[in-house]
């Protein structure tokens, strides 16, 4: 499954139909919404009155099959203009609605993991995306590649070419399943769900081993030796993005409270601020996905950290940082790639001391203090940066692990699994005559009883590709 999005060059007339469709998806979502919370409202009043659960008001289902007899059966009412858009536009807002209270459904059960799923809201002219999807009815790519066809909608020209997907398309390696609408960045795009056969595909360097620590002073820090640098796209464009909103503040904006309308100056203020964070959020995603697929079609085996982001935006000195470096959509994109290219993603512990342990020794610091961007290490005197240090201690989790005493392999000598350890080394925890753990860290009792220390040094071997 692939996604092909491109950018539409629509006419006003046309334009004026993606929004109408666009209110239709919202105004099912807020019918159906309104009459879901009337019955829960209704049964909960009732059940304050002491009324038994036989005699309450009948639960109003909301599935999307629920929703929409229901929504059938209103539409005339409610909406009777309702034949003038396509009926994929409503039950895209019906099929939204219907995943919203599942997950809020599931987050009070306990079925659902993450944070917990409050119960859906309204959807707002102003705030929400306009959206729509089309699952059924003619969709496909015109063969001069600058135009594509929407049920309703028509012909529809776009910015872009088509011709990456319209040749899996003419060599029968592709098939559309649905096409989704949107407005982002105060510009129409029209994103494809194909289906695709996809060739095998083997990276550069099969057997080789990469690792990858991200940050904020370097994007990323490869065990190669290679530190990418990080573009700092935000800040580049903070001081446009400020001049901006500076503008829009001073125009006569939308107010709630007396239910005026915004001048026409404001909406063009506000249209340069959406362009301008778009441009960031496109030169971001376009920095990650070069970086990306150069790495999944080189390297075989790709080793990253589990990071905790929403803790690391906690810190309000690095949260505009962190959060314009991109780490969750970095690993994202390197799951689905190495997939692709016949690769594989190890991720690393979010314990494991990548910044703390040396990458010659294997001792560990207590303490690595977020200004020292030189890692020395002060039991063999390695110096390198603190960057490249993480990756190459990254890299060696993916390697098999041989201890020189018993000859038997491990596949993670260094401790991936738990927080760091006030020693210094680290250490490989095997029982008499068994093989050691992959993972775990700590002692080796020797054969006579006898407590004794075996660090992860010198005497063990790494075999890495």
């Not at 990456?164 to 609408?181: H, Q, Y």
């Not at 769900?193 to 996809?198: A, G, K």
């Not at 994109?333 to 040396?358: E, I």
Request: hydrophobic letters at 35%.
């Amino acid at each position: 499954m692939q996604a092909y999005r491109f950018a539409l060059d629509v006419t006003p007339g046309q334009e004026r139909a993606l929004w109408t469709h666009a209110g239709a998806a919202r105004l099912a979502y807020n019918w159906s919404l309104a009459r879901v919370k009337a019955v829960l409202d209704q049964r909960a009043a009732e059940r304050s009155y002491g009324v038994d659960e036989a005699d309450l008001t009948p639960a109003a289902g909301w599935t999307l099959p629920a929703l929409r007899r229901a929504w059938n059966a209103a539409k005339n009412d409610v909406a009777p203009w309702w034949s003038k858009c396509s009926k994929e536009a409503y039950n895209t807002g019906l099929d939204a609605l219907a995943r919203a209270l599942k997950n809020w459904a599931d987050s009070r059960a306990g079925r659902r993991a993450g944070r917990p799923v409050g119960f859906p809201r309204f959807k707002s002219r102003r705030r929400s995306t306009p959206t729509m999807r089309f699952t059924t009815g003619a969709i496909r790519v015109e063969s001069d590649r600058k135009h594509v066809v929407l049920p309703r909608l028509g012909r529809l020209k776009t910015h872009e070419s088509t011709r990456k997907l319209a040749r899996r398309l003419d060599a029968g390696t592709a098939r559309i399943l649905s096409a989704t609408v949107r407005r982002d960045g105060g510009r129409w795009h029209v994103s494809f769900c194909v289906e695709l056969d996809r060739t095998e595909r083997v990276p550069a360097r099969p057997h080789t081993t990469i690792g990858v620590d991200v940050g904020v002073k370097h994007l990323a820090g490869l065990s190669t030796g290679e530190l990418v640098p990080n573009p700092r796209h935000l800040d580049t464009t903070a001081r446009r993005m400020r001049r901006r909103a500076r503008r829009m503040s001073r125009r006569v904006g939308p107010d709630r409270r007396t239910g005026s309308c915004p001048s026409k100056r404001w909406e063009a203020a506000r249209r340069q601020v959406a362009r301008a964070h778009a441009r960031v959020a496109n030169l971001r995603r376009d920095g990650l996905h070069k970086l990306t697929t150069r790495l999944a079609r080189e390297y075989g085996t790709i080793v990253v950290e589990d990071l905790n982001v929403a803790g690391m935006l906690r810190n309000r000195w690095l949260a505009r940082h962190i959060a314009d470096a991109g780490f969750a959509e970095l690993r994202r994109q390197l799951a689905y790639k190495a997939g692709w290219n016949a690769g594989r993603l190890v991720v690393a512990d979010r314990w494991y001391p990548s910044s703390k342990t040396c990458s010659g020794c294997g001792a560990v610091k207590t303490k690595l203090a977020l200004s020292e961007r030189t890692y020395t290490c002060t039991t063999c005197g390695l110096t390198l940066d603190r960057d490249l240090n993480a990756a190459r201690n990254l890299a060696a989790l993916a390697c098999e692990v041989i201890d020189a005493r018993s000859g038997r392999e491990s596949q993670n000598g260094r401790g991936a699994d738990r927080k760091t350890r006030p020693r210094g080394p680290v250490a490989v925890k095997r029982q008499p005559g068994t093989a050691a753990s992959a993972g775990q860290t700590g002692t080796v009792p020797p054969q006579d009883g006898t407590a004794d220390h075996v660090p992860f040094r010198h005497h063990e071997r790494l075999r890495c590709g």
